[in-house]
């Protein structure tokens, strides 16, 4: 583990691993300016898998990226492990796993050697890289693949490629970013085993997606994100019964209607 | 806990396996083993064929003969009686002085032509069958008449014509000489030449022209593609957003990047030269590059590998830079061509006789190292030079490197590059509190070709007056001279206010910036005004030294038409009022540049990059501003610049503000041109401003400790204000707040 380098990193209990406060990011277009994430909040506990929902647009890819440190909040902080993004990005970085629809591969490395750069780049051990790269190819049944080339893999593979690559530092929060886009059934059934696997062993996980069929099976608790700001946040029951609607979908409605 | 060797080891370790994937990315990769390895087996055979061919048709110049055209076989005859007679033959000296072989001549009756109809000797000539067209014509008094037409657009023609003349001169000289001997048996020629020498003969063999050139090409070759690749290909593969979210530093995966990048650029060079020289050696043309030696050159083998690793290393740094910067392929496709045609420039240098690598050429980016590998392959290198060369061009590297881990991923994940490129010409609607690091570098790539033809149009202005003045005579009065020198002063305070005024002005007003904060107006401490004019006070003293210490590095220095000039202007100065001198040379620089340089791209850089970063790039820029002038590099000024750029950056920092650099710039310029002015009436002081070495040591420590009082003085003044320099993102809440 790495040394708090930071006096007052240590903010927040340990129950929450990964801690969103007040972040607000604009964007200044050529005429005008965008809020994109206006004042969210939000706390994560390990074990947990929190969904964080909205149509295209919303905000949740801006949040994640806030989190992770590739772009700078306006105002309010984001922490994870009690470290704040600001004060240290690198110790940051390494404790956040991150798996996003859009990511490419190296076409021409080989899969296990472009998992293992990828442990290089998260500093992990070689010899304990090398384990882990086979266990969790085991995990989720892509050993057959691992001497390929990364070119040559299918939409599935690649992605499942992706979710592994996502885990090869161990890190205690997970960033999963429309983990589903693309895929199809198998896929889809892929990624809520995996995440059932996330859950099991632990980890904080944001899942940002606009499938809310898919996200009432798969989280403990949701946050509605629309036009940048929280508007509903909490477990399905609280959700039902503050909104009186049955399904995120009825209430996702009954919300753009209203906005 | 892991202990430190094995834990920096480790590290070590690390960057190299990071290294290892991208040398196998790239190099699985079918294109780079296209321009790798297709290229050089390709192109060299082809281009030794053309070579072949072009020797065969152009060569063998000492044994040429050249066909003369004339109108019957007794013309010929008595064409070729004449110059083959010995007293036409060019006389020993002559012909050992141009080390070459008499030239021989065949002559054609085009009259009775074997292979086709009768044809006049002209018509020959224009057929390109003949190189001359001759008549004989004798007449009464036994003279001969020679008439010969040449064909104006060949070479060999005019060759021949020239060569022909000689030895009929010779022929005629010859019989006077005799006649002159004949009736005067005391006559001696004037003059005996007897001719020796020293040294070995040096013909620079074309290896040392050629192989520079094939080491430019080839590496920006080898280096582009897997440049783009490594660098804009990420984000085009979508892989940048997860390395961006790696805890790895951004520099460990540029060092990686470009270790591939000079690897691939190094075998290409390679590939290519191993190419070029195994084809020279098969076709037996090896001799002619090596300039007579047919001896296989490991020598020059070894110290072209050497140059490789200093190209591809230079090409490597400066090519992953500008992709660093691009977003897609394509765009950095468009930044890399104009790239290479800039680096094609200067490797022709290198086909330049007399250019020599000393002086501001040594340290010149890619020009050193282009006469480096020419001077080192023709065995006339100077260690000392080449020092300067190589220890330049690794700095040149490193800077470019660290500007490429800067841009490297700085917005992995926003923007198109459409929008950016298009709000440069956009004006937006917003008011912002400084320009964009966008409009900084479009306004710098203004200030160039504005400035260059206003100054040009000003000179050529200012010497049509001069000639207006001058009429007939042979001089200008004193009274014309003066006057004309305050119109040169006050034309280039205008032209100052114009470009380095008008441009950031006019940028600043379409980017809706605000001016106090564009500008970096506010207003100063008294202290900190007063300490930058103690400065001042000092400064030139330190300019000097500066001037005087790169002019011993062979950087800039003078020559003496340079001090000449020197000299004429400080005549000039003497004959101006005091307060034009003030005006146009102190006042108007000092507000003009400050606000330029320290103003507005201080203030737009400061945005992106460090306080130490901007310093040192804006007294960069304000270095390589006083170089160019117009019409010629006045290189000596740059170190001097430079170095006052740096104390001006430094009080601006200080400061927050423009203002006491303007007071500190007004001084030193002031002191110099009052200095030059009542320069006389100084000299009492023992003081020699002509003579460029170093100032007496008392002199030194005065002005050192005045300049250091001064910059004491800044820095306490400046010292309760906490972070002195305002950053962007505090403006914001400054404005706020007040």
């Not at chain 2, 060079?269 to 070029?276: K, P, R, T, V, Y």
């Not at chain 2, 400080?570 to 003030?582: E, G, H, N, T, Y």
């Given at each position: 583990?790495?040394?708090?380098?930071?006096?007052?990193?240590?903010?927040?209990?340990?129950?929450?691993?990964?801690?969103?406060?007040?972040?607000?990011?604009?964007?200044?277009?050529?005429?005008?300016?965008?809020?994109?994430?206006?004042?969210?909040?939000?706390?994560?506990?390990?074990?947990?898998?929190?969904?964080?929902?909205?149509?295209?647009?919303?905000?949740?890819?801006?949040?994640?990226?806030?989190?992770?440190?590739?772009?700078?909040?306006?105002?309010?902080?984001?922490?994870?492990?009690?470290?704040?993004?600001?004060?240290?990005?690198?110790?940051?970085?390494?404790?956040?796993?991150?798996?996003?629809?859009?990511?490419?591969?190296?076409?021409?490395?080989?899969?296990?050697?472009?998992?293992?750069?990828?442990?290089?780049?998260?500093?992990?051990?070689?010899?304990?890289?090398?384990?882990?790269?086979?266990?969790?190819?085991?995990?989720?049944?892509?050993?057959?693949?691992?001497?390929?080339?990364?070119?040559?893999?299918?939409?599935?593979?690649?992605?499942?490629?992706?979710?592994?690559?996502?885990?090869?530092?161990?890190?205690?929060?997970?960033?999963?970013?429309?983990?589903?886009?693309?895929?199809?059934?198998?896929?889809?059934?892929?990624?809520?085993?995996?995440?059932?696997?996330?859950?099991?062993?632990?980890?904080?996980?944001?899942?940002?997606?606009?499938?809310?069929?898919?996200?009432?099976?798969?989280?403990?608790?949701?946050?509605?994100?629309?036009?940048?700001?929280?508007?509903?946040?909490?477990?399905?029951?609280?959700?039902?019964?503050?909104?009186?609607?049955?399904?995120?979908?009825?209430?996702?409605?009954?919300?753009?209607?209203?906005? | 806990?892991?202990?430190?060797?094995?834990?920096?080891?480790?590290?070590?370790?690390?960057?190299?396996?990071?290294?290892?994937?991208?040398?196998?990315?790239?190099?699985?990769?079918?294109?780079?083993?296209?321009?790798?390895?297709?290229?050089?087996?390709?192109?060299?055979?082809?281009l030794s064929m053309a070579m072949n061919r072009y020797l065969l048709t152009t060569d063998s110049s000492s044994d040429v003969v050249y066909r003369i055209g004339v109108g019957s076989d007794s013309e010929g005859n008595r064409l070729d009686a004449m110059l083959s007679s010995d007293d036409a033959q060019p006389p020993e000296a002559i012909l050992r002085s141009r080390g070459g072989e008499p030239a021989t001549f065949s002559f054609f009756n085009t009259q009775q032509r074997s292979d086709g109809p009768p044809l006049s000797p002209v018509q020959a000539l224009e057929r390109g069958l003949v190189e001359l067209a001759v008549a004989v014509r004798p007449d009464e008094e036994g003279s001969t008449t020679i008439s010969i037409k040449s064909f104006a657009a060949d070479s060999n023609s005019l060759v021949a014509r020239q060569i022909l003349v000689e030895r009929m001169q010779w022929l005629n000289l010859a019989l006077a000489e005799r006649a002159a001997a004949d009736t005067n048996a005391n006559f001696r020629p004037p003059v005996n030449v007897e001719l020796d020498e020293v040294g070995t003969p040096k013909d620079s063999p074309i290896l040392a022209t050629i192989v520079p050139l094939v080491?430019?090409?080839?590496?920006?070759?080898?280096?582009?593609?897997?440049?783009?690749?490594?660098?804009?290909?990420?984000?085009?593969?979508?892989?940048?957003?997860?390395?961006?979210?790696?805890?790895?530093?951004?520099?460990?995966?540029?060092?990686?990047?470009?270790?591939?990048?000079?690897?691939?650029?190094?075998?290409?060079?390679?590939?290519?030269?191993?190419?070029m020289f195994?084809t020279l050696w098969l076709g037996g043309l090896l001799p002619l590059l090596t300039g007579g030696d047919s001896a296989f050159p490991w020598l020059a083998?070894?110290q072209?590998?050497?140059?490789?690793?200093?190209?591809?290393?230079?090409?490597?740094?400066?090519?992953?830079?500008?992709?660093?910067?691009?977003?897609?392929?394509?765009?950095?496709?468009?930044?890399?061509?104009?790239?290479?045609?800039?680096?094609?420039t200067p490797g022709m240098l290198s086909l330049m006789p007399g250019v020599q690598l000393t002086g501001?050429l040594?340290?010149?980016?890619?020009i050193?190292?282009v006469l480096l590998a020419r001077e080192l392959l023709g065995g006339t290198v100077q260690p000392?030079a080449?020092?300067?060369?190589?220890?330049?061009?690794?700095?040149?590297?490193?800077?470019?490197?660290?500007?490429?881990?800067?841009?490297?991923?700085?917005?992995?994940?926003?923007?198109?590059?459409?929008?950016?490129?298009?709000?440069?010409?956009?004006?937006?609607?917003?008011?912002?509190?400084?320009?964009?690091?966008?409009?900084?570098?479009?306004?710098?790539?203004?200030?160039?070709?504005?400035?260059?033809?206003?100054?040009?149009?000003?000179?050529?202005?200012?010497g049509g007056?001069r000639a207006d003045m001058l009429g007939d005579a042979a001089k200008l009065s004193?009274?014309?001279?003066?006057?004309?020198?305050?119109?040169?002063?006050?034309?280039?305070?205008?032209?100052?206010?114009?470009?380095?005024?008008?441009?950031?002005?006019?940028?600043?007003?379409?980017?809706?910036?605000?001016?106090?904060?564009?500008?970096?107006?506010?207003?100063?401490?008294?202290?900190?005004?007063?300490?930058?004019?103690?400065?001042?006070?000092?400064?030139?003293?330190?300019?000097?030294?500066?001037?005087?210490?790169?002019?011993?590095?062979g950087?800039?220095g003078l020559s003496e038409e340079r001090i000449a000039q020197?000299r004429d202007?400080?005549?000039?100065?003497?004959?101006?009022?005091?307060?034009?001198?003030?005006?146009?040379?102190?006042?108007?620089?000092?507000?003009?540049?400050?606000?330029?340089?320290?103003?507005?791209?201080?203030?737009?850089?400061?945005?992106?990059?460090?306080?130490?970063?901007?310093?040192?790039?804006?007294?960069?820029?304000?270095?390589?501003?006083?170089?160019?002038?117009?019409s010629a590099?006045?290189?000596?000024?740059?170190?001097?610049?430079?170095?006052?750029?740096?104390?001006?950056?430094?009080?601006?920092?200080?400061?927050?503000?423009?203002?006491?650099?303007?007071?500190?710039?007004?001084?030193?310029?002031?002191?110099?041109?009052?200095?030059?002015?009542?320069?006389?009436?100084?000299?009492?002081?023992?003081?020699?401003?002509?003579?460029?070495?170093?100032?007496?040591?008392?002199?030194?420590?005065?002005?050192?400790?005045?300049?250091?009082?001064?910059?004491?003085?800044?820095?306490?003044?400046?010292?309760?204000?906490?972070?002195?320099?305002?950053?962007?993102?505090?403006?914001?809440?400054?404005?706020?707040?007040?």
């Amino acid at each position: 583990m790495v040394v708090v380098t930071h006096p007052n990193a240590r903010l927040n209990s340990i129950e929450d691993m990964l801690v969103v406060e007040s972040l607000t990011k604009t964007f200044t277009l050529d005429d005008s300016d965008l809020c994109a994430v206006d004042h969210l909040s939000f706390r994560i506990a390990p074990g947990e898998v929190f969904g964080l929902l909205g149509p295209n647009g919303a905000g949740k890819t801006t949040t994640l990226r806030m989190v992770l440190g590739l772009l700078q909040p306006d105002e309010g902080y984001a922490a994870v492990d009690g470290i704040r993004t600001a004060d240290d990005p690198i110790g940051v970085k390494a404790r956040l796993g991150f798996v996003s629809a859009s990511d490419g591969v190296y076409p021409w490395l080989s899969v296990r050697e472009m998992l293992l750069y990828f442990a290089d780049l998260y500093d992990v051990d070689p010899d304990v890289a090398i384990q882990r790269c086979q266990d969790l190819s085991r995990l989720l049944g892509i050993e057959a693949l691992l001497d390929r080339r990364a070119g040559t893999l299918s939409t599935g593979q690649r992605q499942r490629v992706t979710l592994v690559r996502g885990l090869i530092h161990d890190p205690p929060v997970m960033l999963l970013d429309e983990p589903t886009r693309g895929l199809d059934v198998v896929g889809v059934q892929t990624i809520f085993e995996y995440i059932e696997h996330l859950r099991e062993v632990g980890k904080a996980v944001i899942v940002c997606t606009h499938r809310l069929d898919e996200a009432e099976r798969l989280c403990d608790r949701f946050g509605l994100l629309h036009q940048g700001q929280m508007r509903h946040i909490g477990t399905l029951e609280q959700l039902q019964s503050s909104t009186g609607q049955p399904h995120l979908v009825d209430m996702f409605v009954e919300l753009m209607r209203a906005a | 806990m892991i202990d430190k060797p094995s834990r920096k080891f480790s590290k070590i370790s690390r960057i190299w396996r990071l290294c290892q994937k991208e040398l196998k990315e790239t190099s699985r990769d079918r294109r780079t083993i296209v321009t790798l390895l297709l290229m050089p087996l390709l192109v060299y055979p082809l281009l030794s064929m053309a070579m072949n061919r072009y020797l065969l048709t152009t060569d063998s110049s000492s044994d040429v003969v050249y066909r003369i055209g004339v109108g019957s076989d007794s013309e010929g005859n008595r064409l070729d009686a004449m110059l083959s007679s010995d007293d036409a033959q060019p006389p020993e000296a002559i012909l050992r002085s141009r080390g070459g072989e008499p030239a021989t001549f065949s002559f054609f009756n085009t009259q009775q032509r074997s292979d086709g109809p009768p044809l006049s000797p002209v018509q020959a000539l224009e057929r390109g069958l003949v190189e001359l067209a001759v008549a004989v014509r004798p007449d009464e008094e036994g003279s001969t008449t020679i008439s010969i037409k040449s064909f104006a657009a060949d070479s060999n023609s005019l060759v021949a014509r020239q060569i022909l003349v000689e030895r009929m001169q010779w022929l005629n000289l010859a019989l006077a000489e005799r006649a002159a001997a004949d009736t005067n048996a005391n006559f001696r020629p004037p003059v005996n030449v007897e001719l020796d020498e020293v040294g070995t003969p040096k013909d620079s063999p074309i290896l040392a022209t050629i192989v520079p050139l094939v080491l430019v090409l080839m590496t920006i070759t080898g280096a582009v593609y897997p440049a783009i690749d490594l660098t804009a290909g990420e984000r085009e593969r979508g892989t940048m957003e997860a390395l961006m979210a790696s805890p790895v530093p951004r520099f460990y995966v540029l060092l990686a990047k470009y270790f591939a990048v000079v690897t691939v650029a190094l075998l290409t060079a390679m590939a290519n030269l191993l190419a070029m020289f195994t084809t020279l050696w098969l076709g037996g043309l090896l001799p002619l590059l090596t300039g007579g030696d047919s001896a296989f050159p490991w020598l020059a083998v070894l110290q072209i590998l050497g140059l490789l690793v200093l190209f591809s290393g230079f090409f490597s740094a400066i090519l992953l830079s500008l992709t660093s910067f691009a977003r897609s392929f394509k765009e950095a496709q468009a930044y890399l061509i104009p790239v290479m045609l800039f680096a094609i420039t200067p490797g022709m240098l290198s086909l330049m006789p007399g250019v020599q690598l000393t002086g501001p050429l040594a340290i010149a980016p890619l020009i050193n190292i282009v006469l480096l590998a020419r001077e080192l392959l023709g065995g006339t290198v100077q260690p000392a030079a080449a020092g300067a060369a190589i220890v330049s061009t690794i700095g040149y590297a490193a800077a470019a490197l660290a500007v490429a881990a800067k841009l490297f991923g700085s917005d992995a994940v926003t923007r198109t590059s459409e929008h950016s490129i298009a709000s440069l010409f956009h004006r937006p609607r917003k008011a912002a509190d400084v320009p964009s690091p966008q409009a900084a570098a479009l306004v710098l790539a203004l200030l160039v070709p504005i400035y260059f033809v206003l100054s040009n149009l000003l000179m050529q202005y200012l010497g049509g007056i001069r000639a207006d003045m001058l009429g007939d005579a042979a001089k200008l009065s004193e009274i014309q001279s003066a006057n004309l020198q305050v119109q040169s002063m006050i034309l280039s305070a205008a032209a100052l206010i114009l470009v380095f005024g008008m441009v950031p002005a006019i940028a600043a007003w379409f980017g809706r910036n605000r001016p106090v904060t564009t500008f970096r107006l506010r207003r100063p401490k008294v202290g900190t005004v007063i300490g930058a004019c103690v400065i001042g006070l000092g400064a030139w003293a330190i300019a000097h030294e500066a001037f005087v210490i790169a002019e011993w590095f062979g950087i800039g220095g003078l020559s003496e038409e340079r001090i000449a000039q020197t000299r004429d202007t400080l005549k000039a100065w003497k004959l101006v009022p005091p307060w034009i001198l003030l005006a146009t040379l102190a006042a108007t620089p000092a507000i003009i540049e400050e606000l330029c340089f320290r103003g507005f791209l201080f203030s737009s850089f400061r945005k992106v990059l460090s306080p130490v970063q901007t310093v040192v790039l804006t007294s960069f820029l304000f270095g390589l501003f006083h170089v160019l002038t117009g019409s010629a590099l006045l290189i000596e000024r740059f170190v001097p610049s430079t170095l006052l750029g740096l104390v001006l950056g430094w009080i601006a920092y200080r400061s927050g503000s423009v203002l006491p650099g303007m007071f500190m710039h007004f001084v030193h310029n002031g002191l110099l041109e009052l200095v030059g002015h009542y320069h006389e009436k100084l000299a009492f002081l023992g003081a020699d401003f002509d003579n460029q070495t170093h100032l007496p040591p008392a002199w030194i420590a005065i002005a050192t400790s005045i300049a250091t009082a001064g910059a004491l003085i800044v820095w306490l003044s400046t010292r309760r204000s906490g972070n002195i320099d305002i950053q962007s993102d505090k403006i914001e809440d400054l404005r706020r707040s007040t």
